[in-house]
């Protein structure tokens, strides 16, 4: 059997303040085209997009796959986001926008289309 990954998303706009440390904000991810649907094209996106802009997320990594262990060893870990520019190696990205066609193929228009928001994080 192969790794398998599922994620579930739950949302609040009234998180109390011990809480929302442990969030991250999706602004950047979806402003900069970090994240992005691979089963999906920059038109059908977009609405998905737009309702991402806003939300907070909550990761938590049960296997880090890149020490090499053939299943889940150790506790899990709270994961954040890239939240700026310079925070992943420029290389990394891409590589996976090439195996991906992530930006040919258009996935990335709606970046175009976003509306500039003030942010602050949560724990400013």
């Not at 991810?29 to 089963?39: A, F, H, K, R, T």
């Not at 609405?47 to 296997?63: A, F, I, R």
Request: hydrophobic share 30%; with cysteine; glycine share 8%.
């Amino acid at each position: 059997m192969s790794r398998q990954v599922e994620a579930h998303h739950y949302c609040s706009h009234q998180l109390p303040k011990e809480e929302q440390k442990y969030w991250h904000s999706h602004i950047y991810e979806v402003q900069s085209g970090m994240l992005y649907n691979p089963d999906g094209d920059a038109k059908s996106d977009l609405p998905h997009m737009e309702g991402l802009v806003n939300s907070y997320g909550k990761t938590w990594h049960t296997w880090q796959v890149d020490k090499g262990d053939k299943f889940p060893l150790g506790p899990p870990q709270l994961m954040m986001s890239f939240v700026e520019d310079g925070q992943v190696d420029d290389l990394l990205v891409k590589d996976r926008d090439a195996r991906c066609d992530h930006w040919k193929a258009g996935q990335g228009a709606w970046q175009s289309t976003m509306a500039q928001m003030e942010f602050r994080p949560h724990n400013a």
